[in-house]
Nanobody, 122 residues
Framework: QVPLVESGGGLVQAGGSLRLSCTAS?????MGWFRQAPGKGREFVAA????????LYGDSVKGRFTISRETGESTLYLQMNNLTPEDTAVYYCNLGPSLQRIAARSGLYLSWGQGTQVTVSS
């Protein structure tokens, strides 16, 4: 079984929406989304504590993106609204021991998956 499978990306116009999905081979205390734009490092996007339901967002996506998960499952979602060209990137998911470690990209549990490409046209 592939550890991480991301899907749902595509090409969308600015102001549009997309919903990404991530299926992990197991669940963990925290699950999160990251993205990497061309020529840039991997950036934290959002994370969720699977026990408490607490959520954490990167500054650039607050108010526009919503992270959620399938209860009792290792499936993670990212609803992205009001997309801008600056959101263009490959989006990845991963698991970790806490929201803070996810945000710091520290102690992540799995090797990165293939990711899913999101392209926002102006």
């Amino acid at each position: 079984q592939v550890p991480l499978v991301e899907s749902g990306g595509g090409l969308v116009q600015a102001g549009g929406s997309l919903r990404l999905s991530c299926t992990a081979s197991f669940s963990a205390t925290a699950m999160g989304w990251f993205r990497q734009a061309p020529g840039k490092g991997r950036e934290f996007v959002a994370a969720i504590d699977t026990n408490e339901g607490t959520k954490l967002y990167g500054d650039s996506v607050k108010g526009r993106f919503t992270i959620s998960r399938e209860t009792g499952e290792s499936t993670l979602y990212l609803q992205m609204n009001n997309l801008t060209p600056e959101d263009t990137a490959v989006y990845y998911c991963n698991l970790g021991p806490s929201l803070q470690r996810i945000a710091a990209r520290s102690g992540l549990y799995l090797s990165w998956g293939q990711g899913t490409q999101v392209t926002v046209s102006s």
